[in-house]
């Protein structure tokens, strides 16, 4: 690409209404720029840094068998009715009617689709395993797009789903994709965790998550300093070493008038909120429930749905907590309702908790004292807590989650009857894994972990172009003419390479191969007349000076070695 009639441009200051460093300069290099909320165009640059990390995906993804379709964007709302998921997506899908009235959706995602495709090979056990995929854009009314390309309404990704004949041909399966995806990660070098993760509207045995370390990211993750462990905080497992050697008192009825909060009880019967049981009331579907936990912790929501194994959780409404209790002063002792008590909790003695009258709480309250009806892990994971794999400390790390891989197993082929008969011809569901790799959040991973005051520093793997010249000046036909030269040479075998023969500034042509990231500039300027060029890479600060005909040697190896 030679810059001087090529479509390309720049823009010097930041970008006020981008709120990440990769999306400010994304747009500011002229790869990316915003059509509306959340919906970006891909500019020539940006498509081509889109194309490379594609490039690499899809390269892994053939080593493992796995062969590439397409499926279509518009879907018939049925598809996803067929399967029970039109309610959890809720009013995050787009949707439309066609001239004919019918219902249609922009797809937010492809199992189902993969499913019909499936049925059309699938009749016996001989027709697995087997696994197929696309890359492919998807559709989603997020509600608040941010942070660039991180969080928007049409994005690409790649979608794989594997089909397999029992758990142990899944299992198989789901460890090709698992080291695929390492393999994927690793060569667009992005420092990122694996961590366990909720299955959410997908369903299914297991996810995990690959997640990209930035301080920008969305999501929490516990990680161990001393061992491999690493989780989402969602479903961040709480291992409870709390032990009291207390006697047990009995429960007495306090007076603690307009005292409703922990930090407000606390203070007023000056204890810690340790000693506090915090009560709270959930609409687990259409059930009201108690849950409580220690007064200094929080209520995990995920954790609790799977143990309730309902599809929703929200905060019960103060109408509803005053059909039961009072609100303010709500305890476990004769509710009325279903309790459920944090397994760390199941340990306290002693504790203050809600009488269930205005005014007025209970101390010394124990275990002894009220019905629980379920006991488990239903909070969050705290700084104090301990590893659950050593028990060694743990520390908590924000990440982008650029990859996920699901062990499905028969949910979508029960709902579907994707079916297959055995040896002894008997029909048996088909097991499934779904796996899944966000290309646009990819790219703006690569730039969060990788940029300084100047611009985006990107691996030779996914920058659009590995070398550019920089020509010192255009009107000097040596400096010019050997440009050329190397610029048709290096291209001829395969080096993507810019040159950058604009009529502009030294200065400013600089500034902007280091914005734009080519990870190689080569500077044609009067080091010609001593039959040397000034070699920078962009992730150095150090220049060398390279002899003229050594140039493309040079480059050739430093390309090879670092992609």
Do not use: W
């Amino acid at each position: 690409m030679k810059l001087k009639n090529s479509f390309f441009y720049t823009l010097r200051e930041d970008v006020k209404d981008e709120d990440s460093i990769s999306g400010n300069l994304l747009v500011r290099s002229g790869m990316i720029k915003k059509s509306s909320s959340g919906i970006y165009m891909m500019m020539p640059l940006g498509f081509k840094v889109l194309k490379n990390i594609e490039n690499i995906v899809r390269d892994e993804m053939n080593k493992t068998g796995a062969v590439e379709l397409m499926m279509p964007s518009l879907i018939h709302e049925e598809v996803y009715e067929r399967s029970g998921r039109t309610k959890a997506f809720g009013s995050s899908v787009f949707k439309l009617n066609d001239r004919f009235n019918k219902p249609y959706v922009l797809g937010p995602t492809h199992e189902e689709l993969f499913v019909l495709a499936a049925k059309e090979k699938i009749k016996s056990y001989k027709d697995m395993p087997f696994n197929i995929y696309q890359i492919q854009n998807k559709f989603r009314d997020e509600p608040r797009p941010r942070y660039g390309l991180i969080r928007v309404r049409e994005f690409t990704m790649k979608d794989a789903y594997s089909f397999d004949r029992d758990l142990d041909g899944l299992n198989i399966s789901y460890k090709k994709m698992y080291d695929a995806y390492k393999s994927i990660f690793d060569r667009l070098g992005i420092n990122y965790k694996i961590v366990k993760a909720d299955t959410g509207v997908m369903g299914g045995l297991l996810s995990e998550e690959f997640q990209a370390i930035t301080d920008i990211g969305e999501d929490k993750l516990i990680i161990c300093e001393n061992c491999d462990y690493a989780s989402n905080i969602e479903v961040a497992e709480c291992v409870c070493n709390y032990v009291s050697d207390e006697k047990e008192l009995d429960k007495e009825l306090i007076e603690t008038p307009n005292k409703k909060t922990i930090e407000e009880v606390g203070e007023f019967l000056n204890i810690s909120p340790k000693k506090l049981l915090k009560s709270v009331v959930v609409k687990a579907d259409d059930e009201l429930v108690l849950c409580l936990i220690r007064g200094d912790r929080s209520l995990n929501d995920i954790k609790l749905s799977k143990i309730l194994n309902c599809t929703n959780i929200e905060m019960a409404s103060s109408q509803e907590v005053n059909s039961i209790s009072k609100e303010g002063f709500v305890g476990p002792i004769d509710i009325g309702i279903k309790v459920v008590i944090d397994e760390e909790a199941s340990h306290m003695k002693n504790f203050v908790t809600g009488a269930n009258k205005e005014n007025y709480h209970y101390k010394n309250v124990n275990l002894k004292d009220f019905k629980c009806d379920i006991k488990a892990d239903i909070r969050f994971i705290e700084n104090d807590d301990k590893c659950p794999k050593c028990g060694s400390k743990l520390r908590s790390v924000k990440g982008i989650e650029i990859g996920n891989t699901f062990k499905l197993g028969t949910k979508y082929a029960e709902a579907l009857s994707l079916n297959y008969l055995d040896e002894n011809n008997k029909l048996n569901p088909v097991f499934m894994g779904s796996y899944g790799i966000g290309i646009g959040r990819c790219m703006a991973s690569i730039i969060e972990q990788n940029h300084d005051d100047a611009g985006m520093i990107l691996p030779m793997s996914i920058a659009p172009f590995k070398v550019c010249i920089v020509v010192i000046n255009a009107k000097d036909d040596k400096q010019m003419g050997f440009a050329s030269k190397l610029y048709d040479e290096l291209n001829s075998i395969g080096i993507d390479t810019l040159l950058d023969d604009r009529d502009e500034r030294p200065g400013i042509k600089f500034n902007d191969m280091d914005l734009i990231g080519i990870p190689i500039r080569v500077v044609a300027g009067r080091g010609l007349d001593n039959n040397v060029v000034e070699v920078k890479l962009r992730k150095e600060s150090d220049k060398k000076e390279i002899e003229v005909d050594k140039i493309k040697d040079y480059i050739k190896n430093l390309v090879y070695n670092n992609n």
